[in-house]
């Protein structure tokens, strides 16, 4: 079992930045760490992910450019920066663990964070 746990989120003007974490712990793996949303009336999308063994990362055109994920393994954690909020970005933000994929697709994790809330203002 992998346990994770978010925490970061919170209220910022639109432009603003805020810094989000997702701390692991339970069992050893090497697998891939991502990020997703969900909005209100929205499916769950992905953000961005990175591998846990080599740190590639690969990021949603919608965010790219404006967001980063880092990883410090010896903390086992995983962060994403996000920079130029837009209020488009308001969601519930997860982090979740794949075991044995690299991949953008929620179905492919194995398991999940319960979630922090972001709210860009306009």
């Known amino acids: 079992q992998v346990q994770l746990v978010e925490s970061g989120g919170g209220l910022v003007q639109a432009g603003g930045s805020l810094r989000l974490s997702c701390a692991a712990s339970g069992r050893t793996f090497t697998g891939t760490m991502g990020w997703f949303r969900q909005a209100p009336g929205k499916e769950r999308e992905f953000v961005a992910r990175?591998?846990?063994?080599?740190?590639?990362?690969y990021y949603a055109d919608s965010v790219n450019g404006r967001f980063t994920i880092s990883r410090d393994n010896a903390k086992s954690t995983v962060y994403l920066q996000m920079n130029n909020l837009k209020p488009e970005d308001t969601a519930v933000y997860y982090c979740?663990?794949?075991?044995?994929?690299?991949?953008?697709?929620?179905?492919?994790?194995?398991?999940w964070g319960q979630g922090t809330q972001v709210t860009v203002s306009s």
């Open positions: 990175i591998r846990r063994s080599d740190g590639s990362t």
């Open positions: 979740a663990a794949s075991l044995y994929y690299s991949s953008s697709n929620y179905r492919n994790y194995d398991y």
